[in-house]
């Protein structure tokens, strides 16, 4: 059923070169009908009457399929989200040097989500003042808000936006798909410093690796692709083909040169509201290092409903708050004052709503037995 699927998998534009390749080759059906279907949804009665295998087949026999119908409704998903997208994608670089990475405007007041790997080295030098360069070649000076070394995010923070370039949305709102692994997804950013917004475009290879960086600490949530991401690249959104911010793409995770990795639009939310707020993420010290691990099917009885992955305790510090209260190594954490943790993030997110002498209660699974221990934050 390959038509069908190109016909349902690629969305508009594929439903559209679609329609343009079966009214080419086959004349004697109806234009009208076939263009208004192809702008319908996919569960529409005019796109199912249209495109229903029987007719695509009929229209397009496996015997003389032309492919280029494919790779038609593939570049027009790439090039539709790159004319979407470039222009809120800036360089980013100090005083005149070369470019040291990229970012994305995420608001009307002129904030722009970039890494925070390359930023401190940079910091000091120019008293946190950046220049950020649009894809037209407009230059405007910016001001650090904030960094997240844990998260690789930072925020700066230009004056005077008009929201002129535009700006890009986060696909974490009611409604906006959860990533896939397989689906398509999108680069932009300002490569080797030559000047001028680039794409490259791969699949998900996975949704939701928890990965160590360069610098010790684990970063959860992290994107897998074979998205092309070359020096320069890095602090980029990575877009779906709606033109949705599903991750910020980093270098702080070490991979193969066929693999790059992108930070989450989920934990790139919460991050940017923290730096926003305080000008940095605050979280309470647990006094312990974790991963997010999906939960063994036997256990599930013990968890919320749904909840198929917790963080697992990969080391305790010496003298923390997590020793202290009887926390050990492999313990899972399920839940931190009767609220679900699936994942680091959830963690995190906790942790930052909790103040300094205060407890919290976390709930532990250890072999199979639950717990629920105190925790003092001293």
């Given amino acids: ?144 808000v904030g960094t997240d070394p844990a998260t690789d995010c930072a925020v700066l923070q230009i004056s005077n936006f008009t929201g002129q370039f535009g700006t890009l949305q986060l ?79 980093t270098t702080v995770v070490p991979g193969p040169a066929a693999t790059s990795f992108a930070v989450a639009a989920a934990t790139i939310e919460w991050v940017l509201s923290d730096i926003v707020q305080y000008g940095e993420v605050r979280r309470g010290s647990i006094g312990a290092a974790g991963a997010t691990r999906i939960v063994p099917s036997t256990l599930h009885q013990l968890l919320a409903p749904g909840q198929k992955t917790a963080v697992e305790v990969v080391q305790v510090q010496s003298h923390g708050a997590a020793e202290q209260a009887g926390i050990s190594t492999a313990d899972l954490i399920i839940a931190m004052n009767g609220i679900p943790i699936h994942s680091m993030g959830d963690l995190f997110r906790q942790l930052s709503t909790t103040s300094t002498g205060t407890d919290a209660s976390i709930t532990v699974v250890r072999g199979d037995v639950v717990s629920n221990i105190d925790v003092f934050f001293a």
Avoid at 49 to 75: G, W
Avoid at 187 to 195: E, H, K, T, V, Y
Avoid at 223 to 237: E, K, T, W
């Fill in 1 to 144: 059923m390959f038509h069908r699927a190109i016909a349902q998998g690629w969305g508009l534009a594929g439903r559209r070169s679609l329609s343009r390749y079966v009214t080419r080759k086959h004349p004697h059906l109806e234009l009208n009908s076939i263009a208004s279907a192809a702008n319908q949804p996919r569960s529409s009665m005019a796109f199912e009457e249209v495109f229903s295998t029987a007719t695509v087949e009929r229209c397009l026999p496996h015997s003389n399929v032309d492919d280029t119908v494919a790779l038609d409704a593939y570049s027009e998903s790439v090039c539709g989200v790159y004319e979407k997208a470039a222009a809120a994608v800036v360089s980013i670089s100090v005083s005149r040097k070369p470019p040291i990475g990229s970012g994305f405007f995420v608001s009307s007041t002129g904030l722009c989500l970039t890494n925070s790997v390359t930023l401190p080295a940079h910091n000091t030098e120019n008293n946190g003042q950046f220049l950020l360069t649009t894809n037209d070649g407009v230059e405007m000076p910016a001001t650090l």
């Fill in 171 to 249: 696909s974490t709102g009611e409604g906006d798909p959860r990533v896939r692994v397989g689906q398509l997804a999108v680069s932009i950013g300002n490569p080797l410093g030559l000047g001028g917004a680039t794409v490259s475009a791969g699949v998900v290879s996975q949704a939701a690796r928890t990965l160590k960086s360069q610098d010790g600490p684990s970063i959860d949530n992290v994107i897998q692709s074979d998205v092309a991401l070359n020096p320069g690249s890095a602090g980029g959104p990575m877009l779906d083909t709606r033109g949705k911010v599903i991750g910020i793409t």
